[in-house]
């Protein structure tokens, strides 16, 4: 919300009010006056106003999680373990998933308190390329690669995926990269070939990759530098 708006919210407070002391100087978010009235102010800033506290911001909170296996990537499920259940209870309560991963797939989740992030990591735009390890039950072809790169038509969604990189690796096993997050995308883009996915692991999302010492159901905060290399993008 514009800082402006959220000091007119104020008890005592009107829009002319508001305004007035933002130009004397009067609020501050986070420790510095803020003048712009267009100033965003979310439930991340501590915002004063004449020396008084009137918002403690709340932490923000990124992590990065190996999921195992047999666990649903929502917030609750009335039969499964989800992966919230893998955080300590206390740590739990404001955290959600940006972007999920199916019942047996592994690999990097992050979880995070701020939605805005998450959305704009999650964003069918966002071009984010998300990287895969996959294993088959069929030897994977040659000509796999130039037709995932092409893109596959998903009728379901009346779509084309975006171009797709495979790197083989083995007979049953290849990286794939992919620009977005469709259903089921890599089981179904294997799945054009008839060759069921049996292992599906995320290593990487854009600059982010699976810190290689979390073991399943370990979980970490992110670092500056990840943050910042996410920004980048
Ligand atoms: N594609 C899938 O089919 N499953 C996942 O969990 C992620 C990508």
Aim: charged content about 20%; aromatic content about 8%.
């Amino acid at each position: 919300m514009r800082v402006d708006r959220f000091v007119a919210n104020l008890p005592g407070f009107n829009r002319q009010q508001a305004r007035l002391a933002l130009a004397r100087g009067e609020v501050s978010v986070d420790g510095q006056p803020a003048y712009d009235p267009r100033l965003d102010v979310r439930t991340f800033n501590t915002v004063c106003v004449r020396g008084k506290v009137v918002q403690q911001g709340v932490a923000a909170r990124y992590l990065m999680l190996h999921k195992p296996m047999g666990c649903v990537s929502a917030t609750a499920d009335p039969e499964h373990p989800t992966v919230l259940d893998l955080l300590p209870e206390a740590e739990r309560s404001d955290l959600h998933l940006a972007g999920r991963l199916d019942y047996n797939t592994t690999g990097l989740v992050l979880l995070t308190n701020d939605g805005q992030w998450s959305r704009q990591l999650t964003l069918p735009g966002s071009k984010l390329p998300k990287l895969y390890d996959v294993e088959t039950e069929q030897p994977i072809e040659p000509h796999y690669a130039e037709v995932f790169a092409a893109g596959l038509y998903f009728a379901y969604e009346n779509l084309t995926t975006l171009p797709a990189r495979l790197t083989v690796l083995g007979p049953n096993r290849a990286h794939l990269s992919l620009m977005e997050g469709r259903y089921h995308q890599v089981k179904r883009m294997f799945g054009h070939f008839q060759n069921k996915v049996t292992r599906l692991h995320r290593l990487a999302i854009g600059p982010l990759t699976l810190d290689p010492g979390l073991a399943p159901g370990e979980y970490r905060a992110l670092t500056k530098e990840e943050l910042a290399s996410l920004e980048a993008v």
